[in-house]
Protein backbone atom coordinates (compact mmCIF):
# COMPACT_ATOMS: atom_id res chain seq x y z
CA UNK A 1 0.00 0.00 0.00
CA UNK A 2 1.09 3.83 -0.87
CA UNK A 3 2.54 4.99 2.37
CA UNK A 4 0.37 8.50 3.33
CA UNK A 5 -0.02 10.76 6.25
CA UNK A 6 2.72 11.00 9.04
CA UNK A 7 4.37 7.06 8.42
CA UNK A 8 5.82 8.94 4.92
CA UNK A 9 6.95 12.21 6.42
CA UNK A 10 10.38 10.08 7.25
CA UNK A 11 10.59 7.16 5.25
CA UNK A 12 14.19 7.15 5.51
CA UNK A 13 15.86 8.10 8.92
CA UNK A 14 16.53 11.69 8.80
CA UNK A 15 19.86 13.28 10.17
CA UNK A 16 19.45 15.90 12.90
CA UNK A 17 19.21 19.37 10.99
CA UNK A 18 21.79 21.91 11.09
CA UNK A 19 20.94 24.69 13.50
CA UNK A 20 18.70 27.36 11.83
CA UNK A 21 20.67 30.91 11.63
CA UNK A 22 19.62 33.37 13.97
CA UNK A 23 16.29 34.52 13.37
CA UNK A 24 15.87 38.45 12.48
CA UNK A 25 13.59 40.34 15.65
CA UNK A 26 11.56 42.90 14.90
CA UNK A 27 9.59 44.69 18.04
CA UNK A 28 6.27 43.37 18.91
CA UNK A 29 3.07 44.50 19.05
CA UNK A 30 0.28 43.19 21.15
CA UNK A 31 -1.71 42.39 18.68
CA UNK A 32 0.72 41.00 15.80
CA UNK A 33 0.29 38.08 13.97
CA UNK A 34 3.60 36.51 13.65
CA UNK A 35 4.82 34.85 9.94
CA UNK A 36 7.80 31.82 10.42
CA UNK A 37 9.42 31.82 7.03
CA UNK A 38 11.66 29.72 6.10
CA UNK A 39 13.76 29.52 2.89
CA UNK A 40 16.69 28.58 1.39
CA UNK A 41 18.59 31.56 -0.18
CA UNK A 42 21.81 31.60 1.44
CA UNK A 43 23.47 34.03 -0.76
CA UNK A 44 22.92 37.29 -2.16
CA UNK A 45 21.00 38.22 -4.69
CA UNK A 46 18.33 35.73 -2.68
CA UNK A 47 19.38 36.17 0.92
CA UNK A 48 19.20 39.99 0.97
CA UNK A 49 16.19 40.36 -1.51
CA UNK A 50 13.79 38.07 0.46
CA UNK A 51 14.80 39.91 3.69
CA UNK A 52 14.09 43.10 2.35
CA UNK A 53 10.42 41.84 0.81
CA UNK A 54 9.61 40.86 4.08
CA UNK A 55 10.89 44.65 5.68
CA UNK A 56 9.08 46.05 3.20
CA UNK A 57 5.33 44.13 4.03
CA UNK A 58 5.97 43.99 7.33
CA UNK A 59 6.84 48.62 7.14
CA UNK A 60 3.24 48.22 5.57
CA UNK A 61 1.46 46.35 8.23
CA UNK A 62 2.58 46.98 11.48
CA UNK A 63 0.16 44.24 12.75
CA UNK A 64 2.54 41.53 11.48
CA UNK A 65 5.64 40.66 12.04
CA UNK A 66 7.86 38.22 9.97
CA UNK A 67 11.02 36.09 11.41
CA UNK A 68 12.93 34.63 8.42
CA UNK A 69 14.92 31.65 8.92
CA UNK A 70 17.74 30.53 6.03
CA UNK A 71 18.41 27.07 6.34
CA UNK A 72 21.11 24.94 3.45
CA UNK A 73 19.10 23.30 0.89
CA UNK A 74 19.23 19.12 2.81
CA UNK A 75 19.03 20.71 5.89
CA UNK A 76 16.09 22.82 5.37
CA UNK A 77 14.51 19.12 3.98
CA UNK A 78 15.90 17.18 7.44
CA UNK A 79 14.34 19.61 10.28
CA UNK A 80 11.06 20.24 7.63
CA UNK A 81 10.32 16.87 8.11
CA UNK A 82 11.27 16.15 11.30
CA UNK A 83 8.81 19.14 12.39
CA UNK A 84 6.25 18.15 9.76
CA UNK A 85 6.68 14.06 11.79
CA UNK A 86 6.87 16.14 15.43
CA UNK A 87 3.47 18.36 14.61
CA UNK A 88 4.88 21.03 15.54
CA UNK A 89 7.31 24.03 14.91
CA UNK A 90 6.29 23.98 11.42
CA UNK A 91 6.50 27.27 9.80
CA UNK A 92 4.25 29.36 8.45
CA UNK A 93 5.57 29.35 5.16
CA UNK A 94 8.18 27.32 3.60
CA UNK A 95 10.28 26.19 0.71
CA UNK A 96 8.87 23.85 -1.73
CA UNK A 97 9.18 22.55 -4.93
CA UNK A 98 5.64 20.87 -5.51
CA UNK A 99 5.71 17.34 -6.54
CA UNK A 100 5.19 14.17 -4.34
CA UNK A 101 6.90 15.87 -1.22
CA UNK A 102 3.92 18.37 -0.95
CA UNK A 103 1.11 16.07 -1.64
CA UNK A 104 2.01 13.55 0.71
CA UNK A 105 2.18 16.34 3.38
CA UNK A 106 -1.24 17.30 1.79
CA UNK A 107 -2.62 13.65 2.52
CA UNK A 108 -1.50 14.10 6.25
CA UNK A 109 -3.11 17.60 6.63
CA UNK A 110 -0.21 19.15 7.64
CA UNK A 111 -0.32 21.68 4.64
CA UNK A 112 -3.05 24.47 3.36
CA UNK A 113 -5.27 23.97 0.76
CA UNK A 114 -4.90 27.62 -0.61
CA UNK A 115 -7.31 26.52 -3.99
CA UNK A 116 -9.82 29.22 -2.61
CA UNK A 117 -7.28 31.87 -1.77
CA UNK A 118 -5.83 31.61 -5.72
CA UNK A 119 -9.37 32.10 -6.89
CA UNK A 120 -9.74 35.23 -5.17
CA UNK A 121 -9.22 38.26 -7.40
CA UNK A 122 -7.92 35.57 -9.93
CA UNK A 123 -4.44 35.40 -8.31
CA UNK A 124 -3.97 31.97 -9.87
CA UNK A 125 -4.12 33.40 -13.22
CA UNK A 126 -1.63 35.45 -13.26
CA UNK A 127 0.75 32.09 -12.74
CA UNK A 128 2.50 30.19 -15.10
CA UNK A 129 0.03 27.30 -15.72
CA UNK A 130 2.26 24.84 -15.83
CA UNK A 131 4.47 25.93 -13.07
CA UNK A 132 1.41 26.40 -10.67
CA UNK A 133 0.29 23.47 -12.01
CA UNK A 134 2.95 20.92 -9.55
CA UNK A 135 1.43 22.75 -6.79
CA UNK A 136 -1.88 21.08 -7.15
CA UNK A 137 -2.75 17.78 -6.72
CA UNK A 138 -6.36 15.86 -6.91
CA UNK A 139 -8.21 19.52 -7.86
CA UNK A 140 -6.33 21.09 -4.67
CA UNK A 141 -3.26 23.52 -4.79
CA UNK A 142 -0.86 23.83 -2.01
CA UNK A 143 1.50 25.86 -2.66
CA UNK A 144 2.60 29.09 -5.48
CA UNK A 145 5.73 29.07 -7.63
CA UNK A 146 7.69 31.59 -6.97
CA UNK A 147 10.61 30.50 -9.75
CA UNK A 148 11.17 28.05 -12.72
CA UNK A 149 13.82 26.38 -14.85
CA UNK A 150 15.85 23.39 -16.02
CA UNK A 151 18.88 21.69 -14.89
CA UNK A 152 21.33 21.88 -17.79
CA UNK A 153 25.18 22.36 -18.35
CA UNK A 154 26.95 25.13 -17.59
CA UNK A 155 30.62 25.45 -18.85
CA UNK A 156 33.39 27.89 -18.81
CA UNK A 157 34.10 29.00 -22.24
CA UNK A 158 38.03 30.01 -22.17
CA UNK A 159 38.87 26.81 -20.91
CA UNK A 160 36.99 24.64 -23.55
CA UNK A 161 38.81 26.62 -25.88
CA UNK A 162 41.85 25.96 -24.03
CA UNK A 163 41.20 22.15 -24.18
CA UNK A 164 40.74 22.91 -27.79
CA UNK A 165 37.09 22.05 -27.97
CA UNK A 166 35.60 24.30 -30.50
CA UNK A 167 31.65 23.78 -29.22
CA UNK A 168 29.67 22.04 -26.35
CA UNK A 169 28.66 18.45 -27.29
CA UNK A 170 25.48 17.81 -28.44
CA UNK A 171 25.45 14.20 -27.69
CA UNK A 172 26.63 11.72 -24.60
CA UNK A 173 29.82 10.57 -26.44
CA UNK A 174 30.67 14.12 -27.59
CA UNK A 175 30.95 14.81 -24.01
CA UNK A 176 33.05 11.81 -22.95
CA UNK A 177 35.50 12.97 -25.50
CA UNK A 178 35.61 16.19 -24.31
CA UNK A 179 35.99 14.76 -20.54
CA UNK A 180 39.29 13.51 -22.30
CA UNK A 181 40.39 16.46 -23.70
CA UNK A 182 40.00 18.80 -21.05
CA UNK A 183 42.05 15.53 -18.86
CA UNK A 184 44.93 16.04 -21.78
CA UNK A 185 44.92 19.77 -21.04
CA UNK A 186 45.37 19.00 -17.36
CA UNK A 187 41.90 20.97 -16.67
CA UNK A 188 39.68 19.63 -14.32
CA UNK A 189 36.05 18.37 -16.36
CA UNK A 190 33.34 18.92 -13.92
CA UNK A 191 32.54 19.77 -10.41
CA UNK A 192 29.99 18.33 -8.47
CA UNK A 193 29.42 18.38 -4.76
CA UNK A 194 28.12 14.77 -4.17
CA UNK A 195 28.29 15.28 -0.75
CA UNK A 196 24.72 16.71 -0.57
CA UNK A 197 23.58 14.00 -3.01
CA UNK A 198 21.16 15.81 -4.94
CA UNK A 199 23.76 17.00 -7.53
CA UNK A 200 24.93 13.56 -8.21
CA UNK A 201 20.95 12.50 -8.63
CA UNK A 202 20.39 14.78 -11.77
CA UNK A 203 23.28 12.98 -13.78
CA UNK A 204 21.25 9.82 -13.57
CA UNK A 205 17.78 10.80 -13.07
CA UNK A 206 18.95 12.76 -17.09
CA UNK A 207 20.26 9.40 -18.22
CA UNK A 208 17.22 8.03 -17.47
CA UNK A 209 15.02 10.52 -19.16
CA UNK A 210 17.73 10.22 -22.25
CA UNK A 211 17.10 6.65 -22.46
CA UNK A 212 13.77 6.38 -21.21
CA UNK A 213 11.29 9.12 -22.16
CA UNK A 214 8.07 9.88 -19.73
CA UNK A 215 7.28 6.34 -20.46
CA UNK A 216 9.96 4.72 -18.70
CA UNK A 217 9.36 6.92 -15.73
CA UNK A 218 5.40 6.79 -15.73
CA UNK A 219 5.87 2.85 -15.99
CA UNK A 220 7.41 2.60 -13.32
CA UNK A 221 5.97 5.29 -10.93
CA UNK A 222 2.31 3.42 -12.05
CA UNK A 223 3.64 0.24 -10.51
CA UNK A 224 3.60 -0.89 -14.84
CA UNK A 225 6.84 -1.08 -14.89
CA UNK A 226 10.02 -1.26 -12.36
CA UNK A 227 12.89 1.23 -11.71
CA UNK A 228 14.77 -2.09 -12.88
CA UNK A 229 13.10 -1.87 -16.59
CA UNK A 230 16.13 -1.52 -18.91
CA UNK A 231 16.06 2.28 -19.55
CA UNK A 232 17.54 2.75 -15.50
CA UNK A 233 19.80 -0.04 -15.90
CA UNK A 234 21.23 1.83 -19.15
CA UNK A 235 21.28 4.93 -17.45
CA UNK A 236 23.47 3.71 -14.60
CA UNK A 237 25.97 2.43 -17.07
CA UNK A 238 25.94 5.35 -18.92
CA UNK A 239 27.12 7.19 -16.12
CA UNK A 240 29.37 4.93 -14.93
CA UNK A 241 31.03 5.46 -17.97
CA UNK A 242 31.19 8.73 -17.21
CA UNK A 243 32.65 8.20 -13.67
CA UNK A 244 35.37 5.72 -14.61
CA UNK A 245 36.79 8.61 -16.64
CA UNK A 246 37.71 10.32 -13.19
CA UNK A 247 36.66 13.51 -14.51
CA UNK A 248 35.40 15.38 -11.14
CA UNK A 249 37.66 17.69 -8.47
CA UNK A 250 39.37 15.91 -5.62
CA UNK A 251 37.30 15.47 -2.25
CA UNK A 252 33.35 15.84 -4.78
CA UNK A 253 32.75 12.39 -2.39
CA UNK A 254 32.72 14.98 0.57
CA UNK A 255 31.63 18.09 -1.09
CA UNK A 256 28.91 20.37 -0.77
CA UNK A 257 27.26 22.04 -3.58
CA UNK A 258 28.37 25.05 -2.69
CA UNK A 259 31.74 24.32 -2.35
CA UNK A 260 31.21 22.51 -5.80
CA UNK A 261 29.94 26.11 -7.16
CA UNK A 262 32.62 27.62 -6.35
CA UNK A 263 35.06 25.87 -7.58
CA UNK A 264 33.74 26.11 -11.30
CA UNK A 265 33.08 29.91 -10.31
CA UNK A 266 37.02 30.90 -9.55
CA UNK A 267 37.94 29.09 -12.95
CA UNK A 268 39.11 25.76 -12.11
CA UNK A 269 36.90 23.36 -13.30
CA UNK A 270 35.26 23.42 -16.79
CA UNK A 271 31.92 22.46 -16.40
CA UNK A 272 29.00 21.70 -13.85
CA UNK A 273 25.18 19.65 -14.14
CA UNK A 274 22.94 22.08 -12.26
CA UNK A 275 19.47 24.61 -12.30
CA UNK A 276 19.09 28.21 -13.28
CA UNK A 277 20.29 29.38 -10.23
CA UNK A 278 23.35 28.76 -11.01
CA UNK A 279 24.55 31.90 -11.94
CA UNK A 280 23.51 34.19 -9.10
CA UNK A 281 25.14 31.16 -6.88
CA UNK A 282 28.20 31.77 -8.50
CA UNK A 283 28.43 35.28 -8.80
CA UNK A 284 27.99 34.95 -4.75
CA UNK A 285 30.41 32.46 -4.37
CA UNK A 286 33.55 33.37 -6.83
CA UNK A 287 36.38 35.28 -5.02
CA UNK A 288 36.13 38.11 -7.28
CA UNK A 289 31.90 38.47 -6.39
CA UNK A 290 31.30 38.78 -10.41
CA UNK A 291 31.92 35.03 -11.39
CA UNK A 292 33.07 33.71 -14.87
CA UNK A 293 30.81 36.66 -16.30
CA UNK A 294 31.40 36.13 -20.42
CA UNK A 295 32.93 33.07 -20.30
CA UNK A 296 29.97 31.26 -18.48
CA UNK A 297 27.84 29.24 -21.57
CA UNK A 298 25.12 26.70 -21.14
CA UNK A 299 24.29 24.01 -22.98
CA UNK A 300 21.38 21.67 -23.03
CA UNK A 301 22.15 17.99 -21.55
CA UNK A 302 23.48 15.76 -24.32
CA UNK A 303 21.42 13.36 -25.89
CA UNK A 304 22.26 9.84 -25.86
CA UNK A 305 21.73 7.34 -29.04
CA UNK A 306 19.43 4.81 -28.98
CA UNK A 307 17.45 6.29 -25.89
CA UNK A 308 13.72 6.55 -26.57
CA UNK A 309 13.68 10.16 -24.60
CA UNK A 310 14.48 12.96 -26.71
CA UNK A 311 17.62 15.58 -26.51
CA UNK A 312 14.15 18.13 -25.89
CA UNK A 313 13.21 16.86 -22.87
CA UNK A 314 13.85 18.32 -19.67
CA UNK A 315 14.84 17.87 -16.19
CA UNK A 316 13.43 20.83 -13.86
CA UNK A 317 11.12 22.17 -11.99
CA UNK A 318 10.28 25.35 -9.35
CA UNK A 319 11.07 26.86 -6.34
CA UNK A 320 7.80 28.14 -4.52
CA UNK A 321 6.37 28.45 -1.19
CA UNK A 322 3.89 26.07 0.57
CA UNK A 323 2.22 26.87 3.91
CA UNK A 324 1.40 25.04 7.20
CA UNK A 325 -2.51 23.53 7.54
CA UNK A 326 -2.39 26.40 10.66
CA UNK A 327 -0.56 29.22 8.58
CA UNK A 328 -2.65 32.63 9.40
CA UNK A 329 -4.53 34.26 6.02
CA UNK A 330 -1.37 36.91 6.58
CA UNK A 331 0.96 34.20 5.07
CA UNK A 332 -1.13 33.94 2.21
CA UNK A 333 -1.20 37.89 1.76
CA UNK A 334 2.82 37.84 2.04
CA UNK A 335 2.65 35.36 -0.68
CA UNK A 336 0.80 37.49 -2.43
CA UNK A 337 2.82 40.52 -2.23
CA UNK A 338 5.93 38.64 -3.27
CA UNK A 339 4.81 37.17 -6.13
CA UNK A 340 3.17 40.74 -7.17
CA UNK A 341 3.94 41.28 -11.02
CA UNK A 342 6.30 44.51 -9.46
CA UNK A 343 7.73 42.55 -6.79
CA UNK A 344 8.98 39.51 -9.47
CA UNK A 345 9.71 41.43 -12.20
CA UNK A 346 12.53 43.97 -9.72
CA UNK A 347 13.39 40.42 -8.34
CA UNK A 348 14.01 38.78 -12.07
CA UNK A 349 16.11 42.32 -12.89
CA UNK A 350 18.33 41.57 -10.58
CA UNK A 351 18.83 37.94 -10.69
CA UNK A 352 16.72 36.88 -7.56
CA UNK A 353 13.98 34.77 -9.68
CA UNK A 354 15.63 33.67 -12.66
CA UNK A 355 12.67 32.60 -14.38
CA UNK A 356 9.97 34.20 -12.90
CA UNK A 357 6.67 32.27 -13.34
CA UNK A 358 4.53 35.29 -12.68
CA UNK A 359 3.14 36.23 -16.30
CA UNK A 360 4.97 39.17 -17.66
CA UNK A 361 7.83 39.25 -15.40
CA UNK A 362 10.44 37.95 -17.56
CA UNK A 363 10.57 40.76 -19.48
CA UNK A 364 13.40 42.01 -16.72
CA UNK A 365 15.71 38.90 -18.19
CA UNK A 366 18.57 40.19 -19.86
CA UNK A 367 21.18 37.79 -19.40
CA UNK A 368 22.25 35.55 -22.86
CA UNK A 369 22.56 32.50 -20.51
CA UNK A 370 19.45 32.93 -18.92
CA UNK A 371 17.80 33.29 -22.53
CA UNK A 372 18.65 30.18 -23.47
CA UNK A 373 17.36 28.42 -20.57
CA UNK A 374 13.99 29.78 -21.06
CA UNK A 375 14.37 28.95 -24.85
CA UNK A 376 15.17 25.53 -23.54
CA UNK A 377 12.49 25.38 -21.57
CA UNK A 378 9.87 26.84 -23.87
CA UNK A 379 10.70 23.82 -26.32
CA UNK A 380 10.88 21.30 -23.88
CA UNK A 381 8.71 18.76 -25.23
CA UNK A 382 8.32 17.05 -21.76
CA UNK A 383 9.74 18.51 -18.08
CA UNK A 384 10.22 15.71 -15.56
CA UNK A 385 9.94 16.84 -11.97
CA UNK A 386 13.37 15.80 -10.02
CA UNK A 387 13.06 12.43 -8.94
CA UNK A 388 13.90 13.22 -5.07
CA UNK A 389 11.00 15.98 -5.49
CA UNK A 390 8.24 14.27 -7.42
CA UNK A 391 8.83 11.02 -5.59
CA UNK A 392 7.49 9.97 -1.84
CA UNK A 393 10.08 11.38 0.49
CA UNK A 394 11.68 7.44 1.23
CA UNK A 395 11.58 7.00 -2.87
CA UNK A 396 13.67 10.16 -3.23
CA UNK A 397 15.96 9.81 -0.46
CA UNK A 398 17.10 6.74 -1.87
CA UNK A 399 17.68 7.77 -4.99
CA UNK A 400 20.01 9.89 -3.85
CA UNK A 401 21.71 7.65 -1.71
CA UNK A 402 21.93 4.94 -4.36
CA UNK A 403 23.17 7.37 -6.70
CA UNK A 404 25.82 8.60 -4.72
CA UNK A 405 27.13 4.73 -4.42
CA UNK A 406 27.48 4.59 -8.06
CA UNK A 407 29.56 7.67 -7.94
CA UNK A 408 31.54 6.22 -4.83
CA UNK A 409 32.09 2.83 -7.08
CA UNK A 410 30.39 0.57 -4.41
CA UNK A 411 27.16 -0.12 -6.12
CA UNK A 412 26.86 -1.49 -9.84
CA UNK A 413 24.01 0.38 -12.26
CA UNK A 414 22.03 -3.19 -11.25
CA UNK A 415 22.71 -2.65 -7.80
CA UNK A 416 21.46 0.88 -7.51
CA UNK A 417 18.37 0.22 -9.99
CA UNK A 418 17.59 -2.51 -7.58
CA UNK A 419 17.75 -0.88 -4.53
CA UNK A 420 15.35 1.92 -6.30
CA UNK A 421 13.08 -0.31 -7.17
CA UNK A 422 13.07 -2.36 -3.80
CA UNK A 423 11.74 1.13 -1.69
CA UNK A 424 9.32 2.33 -4.97
CA UNK A 425 7.85 -1.49 -4.38
CA UNK A 426 6.84 -0.70 -1.01
CA UNK A 427 5.94 3.31 -1.18
CA UNK A 428 4.39 3.43 -4.46
CA UNK A 429 2.28 -0.44 -4.25
CA UNK A 430 -1.40 0.72 -4.54
Not at 214 to 230: C, L, V
Not at 379 to 397: E, H, K, N, R
Amino acid sequence: MRATRRQVLLGTTAVAAAAAMPKIEFARAADQTTIEWWHISQNDPGLTAFQDAANAYMADHPDVKINVTVLANEDFKAKLATVMQGGSGVPDMFQSWGGGVLYQYADAGLVRDITADLAKDDWGTTFNPAALGLYANNGKNYGVPWDMGIVGMWYNKSLFTKAGIDAPPTTWDELLDDVKKLQAAKITPIAVGEGDKWPGHFWWVYQAIRMGGKSAFDAAYTRKGKFTDQPFIDAGKNLKALIDLKPFQDGFLAATYNEADTYMANGNAAMELMGQWLPGNQKALAENKTGLGDDLGFFPFPGVDGGAGQPTDVLGGCDGFAFSAKAPDAALDFARYITARKVQTDMAGNGVAVLPTVNGADSAIDDPNLKAVAEALKSATYLQLYYDQFLPPAVGGVVNDATQQLFAGTASPEEIAQTIEDSAAQELAS
